[in-house]
Every structure is written in structure tokens, then in C-alpha cells.
């Protein structure tokens, strides 16, 4: 019977135990699976949409996962076949706005910097920023700016501007990024895509079956 379900190709699981263990289980592992294939599948679909423009853009998940499950999740998304964005916050530097501004603002971020790439000598340092403060921080030696929410028009047009200042400069689009959207951002000639969309995808409707041992 399992034979003639693989020559169909349906997809399943073969788990063996005790009645009670089985019924224990059952309904905890079904929602997970459910969840956590669905969470595979889009990721899955998002690089290959990101790909098909351009092979060289990569996606990012994101850490904003539900709490207390995030090795599952980290683990269904890199089975889809991306990179998580950074699964801890020592893995690079990666500077915000509220951090510019308890340093007291961008001009006095921009004179730290040289001190700070001294001190994180190991780390790469990334900056979330606009156009105007992107452009600046290219000029300064960066290792890699986060465009956040820049529409795609704007995005595909600026990208070559940046590279103009730093060939080597990491570029990566952040902010509302989904299926729908991924392939038109790749296609702006960022590196990376940083995402949270795989995360609410929809539970994949999977079920069980249970029979006895012949």
C-alpha cells in the first residue's frame, strides 16, 4: 500500500508506536507539520520568484518569529532555501535609527564610525537607512546599508547610484517584502531580500491516518 502511495506521489510520514503514545502525538505533530510545511513552501517560492530575476539576490528571514518556537521555524525556512537575516544579534552589527539617535544623531554617528569598525573589528557593520543618509554612509565605508520600505521604482533606480560609490557595498531591501513583491525587488540588483512574510504562511491542510500493525 505505502508503495502504491510513492508510484502516485503523495508525500507522507511513517511513524510507529504504542496506541497511546500515537494519540498523544497526533494532534500536536499534525499542527506543526502543517504550519511548518507551509512556512517551507512559500519561503521555497519566495527564493525561487527572487532567483528567477536574479540569482545573485538572496533571502533573508527575519528574527520577528513567534517566541518559544523560533528553531522550528528557523528550520522550516532554511528547508525552503534561504539564509536567515541573522539568527542572533552578535552575527553582525546592524545599526537602527534609535541607536543614531541616542549617539546623538547622524552627523555624530558618521564621526564614531571609524572607532566603532576599529572596535567590532570581526563583525561586518550595517546600517538601516534612507536615501539621503545611505548615500553618505557609502561614502564612509559601511560594509552594508538596509534600504527599508523603498517602493521598487525608487529601489531599482538608486541601487546602481550606490554601487557607483562602493562596488562592494552589501545592499539589502527590508520593509514589506512578500511573494507577491520578492521577484520585482530582486530584480532592483539588491543582495539580499530581509523578510518576514514566510512566517504567516498559511497552514498547509495535511492529515493522518492510523491503523493498526499487521
Not at 544579534?89 to 539617535?101: C, G, P, Q, R, Y
Not at 534612507?130 to 557609502?138: K, N, S
Not at 538596509?146 to 541601487?159: G, I, R, S, Y
Amino acid at each position: 500500500q505505502d508503495g502504491e502511495r510513492v508510484a502516485a506521489g503523495e508525500t507522507f510520514m511513517v511513524v510507529r508506536g504504542r496506541a497511546l503514545d500515537l494519540h498523544a502525538a497526533w494532534k500536536v505533530c499534525l499542527n506543526l507539520f502543517d504550519h511548518l510545511s507551509a512556512v517551507a513552501t512559500k519561503t521555497r517560492a519566495m527564493v525561487d520568484a527572487a532567483h528567477a530575476e536574479n540569482p545573485h539576490c538572496e533571502v533573508l528571514t527575519t528574527r520577528k518569529s513567534m517566541p518559544g518556537v523560533k528553531d522550528l521555524l528557523t528550520k522550516a525556512v532554511t528547508c525552503g532555501g534561504p539564509f536567515p537575516h541573522r539568527l542572533g544579534a552578535s552575527e553582525t552589527v546592524l545599526v537602527f535609527d534609535h541607536h543614531i539617535t541616542f549617539m546623538g544623531g547622524f552627523e555624530a554617528f558618521l564621526d564614531a564610525l571609524p572607532s566603532l569598525r576599529g572596535r567590532c573589528v570581526e563583525k561586518k557593520l550595517f546600517v538601516e537607512a534612507g536615501p539621503d543618509e545611505a548615500r553618505r554612509l557609502a561614502e564612509a565605508g559601511v560594509d552594508g546599508i538596509q534600504l527599508d520600505k523603498l517602493p521598487v521604482d525608487d529601489l531599482a533606480a538608486f541601487v546602481p547610484e550606490l554601487r557607483a560609490i562602493d562596488p562592494h557595498l552589501t545592499l539589502i531591501a527590508a520593509g514589506g517584502i512578500n511573494l507577491q513583491n520578492a521577484a520585482a525587488y530582486a530584480a532592483t540588483g539588491v543582495d539580499g531580500l530581509a523578510t518576514t512574510a514566510p512566517f504567516t504562511a498559511k497552514p498547509i491542510d495535511m492529515s493522518v491516518r492510523m491503523k493498526r500493525a499487521e
